[in-house]
């Protein structure tokens, strides 16, 4: 189980296509590369997942360490900056708990952006590899 996990959101128009370019972007730096319902990222030290959801990218970091966190975070914003351009400056990374997108669904309903059901995910980064 991963000790150090984050979530974050962004508008994107044409997010399906964000996450191919994404994935082939990183493919050299991942030990493996999954695709279900989104990709995910498997890295020596962490995962990330990233999901569609009605022109919203959703991407979750589960790390072993906080440096891997950090790393993984990188990699993937960097990516991200190469492949989407970006309205926003920066991503604002929520801490999360093990139900995938738990933590962006409950900020959503919180502050009234979107219904919360939009956000979740089935099993994506909970299942045993």
Request: hydrophobic share 45%; with cysteine; glycine share 4%.
């Given at each position: 189980?991963?000790?150090?996990?984050s979530e974050t959101c962004i508008a994107c128009d044409k997010a399906d296509m964000a996450v191919d370019k994404i994935c082939?972007?990183?493919?050299?730096?991942?030990s493996t590369i999954k695709i279900r319902d989104g990709c995910v990222l498997q890295f020596d030290g962490g995962r990330a997942a990233l999901k569609v959801a009605d022109n919203m990218l959703l991407m979750r970091v589960e790390a072993?360490?906080?440096?891997y966190s950090c790393a993984i975070k990188a990699v993937l914003e960097g990516a991200l900056a190469e492949t989407h351009d970006q309205k926003q400056k920066y991503l604002a990374w929520l801490t999360a708990k093990n139900?995938?997108?738990?933590?962006?669904?409950g900020r959503a309903a919180v502050t009234k952006?979107?219904?919360e059901r939009q956000f979740q995910c089935a099993g994506t980064a909970n299942d045993k590899d």
């Amino acid at each position: 189980m991963y000790r150090f996990i984050s979530e974050t959101c962004i508008a994107c128009d044409k997010a399906d296509m964000a996450v191919d370019k994404i994935c082939r972007r990183l493919a050299s730096l991942c030990s493996t590369i999954k695709i279900r319902d989104g990709c995910v990222l498997q890295f020596d030290g962490g995962r990330a997942a990233l999901k569609v959801a009605d022109n919203m990218l959703l991407m979750r970091v589960e790390a072993n360490h906080l440096l891997y966190s950090c790393a993984i975070k990188a990699v993937l914003e960097g990516a991200l900056a190469e492949t989407h351009d970006q309205k926003q400056k920066y991503l604002a990374w929520l801490t999360a708990k093990n139900e995938p997108f738990a933590a962006l669904a409950g900020r959503a309903a919180v502050t009234k952006e979107r219904d919360e059901r939009q956000f979740q995910c089935a099993g994506t980064a909970n299942d045993k590899d």
